[in-house]
């Protein structure tokens, strides 16, 4: 929407209603009775953490996609809660969760590689003028700038957009189509992670190993508790934010680099500077896990790092408009059937390897939404499994131009 038909622009303003929400919904999903106690009992307190926001940017308060607060979240933010979080994993556990969560997290890349082009078949079946449009605004060429979104992040859908030719009228409907179906289904993923225990016990899928971490994790703070102090909090935040700051000034000397000297790096995601920093502050705080600062997660640096991504959510949620499932409905209907196959390819796998939720939910989110949304949904399982979503990110920035092409060829078969 324009910035002048908003009522609020001040970023300091919209950071404030942000918290507030997040202070409400903390501050009543603790209530032990009465209303708030029944009401979170059904509705998860992290999706309300998410869904409150949409509102302030579907009414009309705020510009969810016009404000400078979910790039702060990003650039500042995420780093530093990534350092915070992995600084006391364990990585022999992690590397210990087997090789179901590459499987499940392969099975998502696939879901969305013939997901595409058979939503598109089974639409033109009734809307058959979407087949044979010739020129960039031909609704393949979208659908394969699409694909590089849900497969790698934003730096590749604006690659696939390059290489397809997608128009911008095309592309702008795509861009929604991506906003409002991603963010439904990761709606839908904090449903789940409220309720994995009991459908991982309905299903019978094997959670030993994810167990397992979480055990070490909590351990470890246990039998190193203690009252943390001020000079506790003040080196923590040394410690992330110094790594974000390094981070940031590698990445501004390595991305021009690539681009200069190694330009067909770009498929890797080489020339993004997001990817360099999510690996670069991934690195140091694995990196410091085998160190004493792993010492710190017994006076809370998990908890600081969810804090910060909470702010992540609330911001995330901020670009949600409930508004937009209204517009367009052929291309959310085509969004919808995408989706839907590529959660229903995921669901299949898992009941045949006996794959609990965990994967299936960091596995779908580590190809659809990237490093800035898979680390979420892994904490929302639990804190010690952010580092898992991180991990699995990364490789979606690795397979995401590759495999968006595939799919954008088996697009332009279909659609021209």
């Known amino acids: 929407m324009p910035q002048e038909s908003v009522l609020i622009t001040n970023n300091a303003v919209i950071l404030g209603l942000l918290a507030l929400i997040l202070g409400f919904v903390f501050y009543t999903s603790n209530l032990k009775q009465g209303f708030w106690a029944k009401f979170y009992k059904y509705v998860p307190a992290l999706l309300m953490c998410y869904f409150l926001p949409s509102l302030l940017n579907t009414f009309g308060i705020?510009?969810?996609?016009?404000?400078?607060?979910?790039?702060?979240?990003?650039?500042?933010?995420?780093?530093?809660?990534?350092?915070?979080?992995?600084?006391?994993?364990?990585?022999?556990?992690?590397?210990?969760?087997?090789?179901?969560?590459?499987?499940?997290?392969?099975?998502?890349?696939?879901?969305?590689?013939?997901?595409?082009?058979?939503?598109?078949?089974?639409?033109?079946?009734?809307?058959?003028?979407?087949?044979?449009?010739?020129?960039?605004?031909?609704?393949?060429?979208?659908?394969?700038?699409?694909?590089?979104?849900?497969?790698?992040?934003?730096?590749?859908?604006?690659?696939?957009?390059?290489?397809?030719?997608?128009?911008?009228?095309?592309?702008?409907?795509?861009?929604?189509?991506?906003?409002?179906?991603?963010?439904?289904?990761?709606?839908?993923?904090?449903?789940?992670?409220?309720?994995?225990?009991?459908?991982?016990?309905?299903?019978?899928?094997?959670?030993?190993?994810?167990?397992?971490?979480?055990?070490?994790?909590?351990?470890?703070?246990?039998?190193?508790?203690?009252?943390?102090?001020?000079?506790?909090?003040?080196?923590?935040?040394?410690?992330?934010?110094?790594?974000?700051?390094?981070?940031?000034?590698?990445?501004?000397?390595?991305?021009?680099?690539?681009?200069?000297?190694?330009?067909?790096?770009?498929?890797?995601?080489?020339?993004?500077?997001?990817?360099?920093?999510?690996?670069?502050?991934?690195?140091?705080?694995?990196?410091l896990s085998f160190t004493k600062a792993r010492q710190f997660e017994a006076v809370g640096a998990s908890k600081i790092g969810a804090s910060f991504l909470y702010v992540l959510i609330a911001t995330i949620g901020l670009h949600m408009d409930i508004a937009k499932i209204i517009e367009a409905p052929k291309y959310m209907i085509i969004g919808a059937i995408w989706m839907l196959i590529h959660v229903g390819l995921l669901f299949l796998v898992a009941k045949l390897i006996k794959a609990p939720v965990f994967y299936v939910a960091v596995g779908s989110k580590a190809n659809i939404g990237g490093a800035a949304s898979a680390p979420v949904v892994a904490s929302a399982f639990h804190p010690a499994l952010a580092p898992v979503g991180v991990l699995l990110a990364v490789l979606g920035y690795a397979l995401g131009t590759y495999m968006a092409w595939l799919c954008g060829q088996l697009l332009r078969i279909i659609g021209s």
């Not at 590397?95 to 890349?109: C, D, N, R």
């Open 62 to 287: 705020v510009d969810g996609s016009n404000n400078e607060v979910y790039s702060v979240a990003k650039y500042f933010l995420l780093p530093a809660c990534l350092v915070l979080l992995t600084l006391s994993i364990d990585l022999k556990a992690i590397m210990g969760l087997g090789k179901k969560a590459i499987i499940m997290f392969l099975t998502g890349t696939i879901g969305v590689v013939i997901g595409g082009p058979i939503a598109l078949l089974i639409v033109a079946t009734v809307m058959p003028d979407l087949l044979g449009v010739a020129g960039p605004e031909a609704l393949w060429r979208g659908m394969a700038a699409l694909a590089g979104s849900w497969i790698g992040g934003g730096a590749n859908m604006l690659a696939m957009k390059e290489i397809y030719g997608a128009g911008g009228e095309i592309f702008t409907v795509m861009v929604t189509v991506d906003i409002v179906v991603a963010n439904l289904w990761m709606a839908g993923l904090l449903l789940l992670a409220a309720r994995h225990k009991e459908i991982d016990a309905k299903t019978g899928a094997d959670t030993s190993s994810i167990d397992r971490l979480i055990d070490k994790v909590q351990q470890f703070e246990a039998q190193h508790a203690r009252k943390p102090e001020l000079h506790d909090f003040m080196i923590m935040l040394a410690l992330a934010f110094g790594a974000t700051g390094l981070a940031h000034f590698s990445a501004d000397l390595l991305v021009p680099f690539f681009v200069e000297n190694y330009p067909e790096l770009k498929k890797f995601s080489l020339h993004s500077k997001l990817f360099w920093i999510i690996v670069l502050v991934t690195t140091i705080g694995l990196g």
